[in-house]
Nanobody, 124 residues
């Protein structure tokens, strides 16, 4: 069992930055690929980014490439999402998730553990 707790969300102006963190319980964090998803009001949860177990492989949704950076620190059981150049359309609840796929994945159904989410609101 893995528990995930996100933090770092908030209200920011367009063009601003945030750093989201997700801390995992347990001693097997490095066994999981990790991902970030987001869900805006009235929309389905969508893929944002994923990172492999070692951190050597990363992938991003086209809508966030060049603005978002995913990273992880296995010694701290933590995965991060650095969000720059925020836009109002980035407003959503951001979730981190863990998958048994070593390289990470963009498919929601492949994730076995989810956090409760952290709200990001971008004002124009």
């Amino acid at each position: 069992q893995v528990q995930l707790v996100e933090s770092g969300g908030g209200l920011v102006q367009a063009g601003g930055s945030l750093r989201l963190s997700c801390v995992a319980s347990g001693r097997t964090f490095s066994s999981y690929g990790m991902g970030w998803f987001r869900q805006a009001p009235g929309k389905e949860r969508e893929f944002v980014s994923t990172i492999s177990r070692s951190g050597g492989s990363r992938n991003y949704a086209d809508s966030v490439k060049g603005r978002f950076t995913i990273s992880r620190d296995n010694a701290k059981n933590t995965v991060y999402l650095q969000i720059n150049s925020l836009k109002p359309e980035d407003t959503a609840v951001y979730y981190c998730a863990a998958t048994l796929i070593p390289g990470g994945t963009g498919r929601k159904g492949d994730y076995v553990y989810w956090g409760q989410g952290t709200q990001v609101t971008v004002s124009s």
